[in-house]
């Protein structure tokens, strides 16, 4: 048995240091030179791709080799940052200090005073009442984040 174990023993590290004899092409092996004879005679449509089926009602652009295309620019939107942005305590209070919601003082303490401005905030906002400043509740809050002046919102400020 313990001749058996070795045996085996034996063929997985034969196996795992000179693998299973395929040699693998290297990327010089790989590539083929293309003339530019091959290149431009290459249709577009004959690159590997996946296929797809896709119904529309428009024609088809039959695209030319050594034609100029238009392109139209697209309009692009700012990114959004990666990941959700979380306020800090004290930018909190301020958005709802300029917002007539907190009294206290702007000290970076999320209390009892904080909680309660937040969910009064929330209710007079149309948000539900839940005391915590997640995504859409930040969206309005922090509109009053850099306005010292700000008016508050008609009901319930204080």
Do not use: H
């Not at 100029?68 to 958005?95: D, H």
């Amino acid at each position: 048995m313990k001749r058996f174990g070795f045996i085996v023993l034996a063929s997985v590290i034969a196996i795992s240091i000179f693998g299973c004899g395929k040699k693998q092409q290297t990327l010089e092996e790989m590539q083929q030179p293309m003339s530019m004879e091959t290149l431009s005679t290459m249709s577009t449509t004959t690159a590997p791709t996946l296929e797809t089926k896709v119904e529309s009602k428009a024609p088809e652009a039959k695209i030319e080799v050594g034609t100029p295309s238009v392109v139209k620019a697209a309009k692009l939107e700012p990114l959004p940052p990666a990941g959700p942005f979380k306020p800090t305590a004290i930018e909190i209070q301020a958005a709802l200090k300029n917002a007539g919601f907190y009294t206290g003082t702007v000290d970076g303490k999320i209390g009892a005073k904080t909680k309660k401005a937040i969910s009064e905030f929330q209710k007079a906002n149309g948000l539900t009442g839940d005391g915590k400043v997640g995504p859409k509740t930040w969206s309005v809050l922090s509109k009053y984040l850099n306005s010292q002046s700000a008016s508050p919102t008609s009901s319930g400020a204080r």
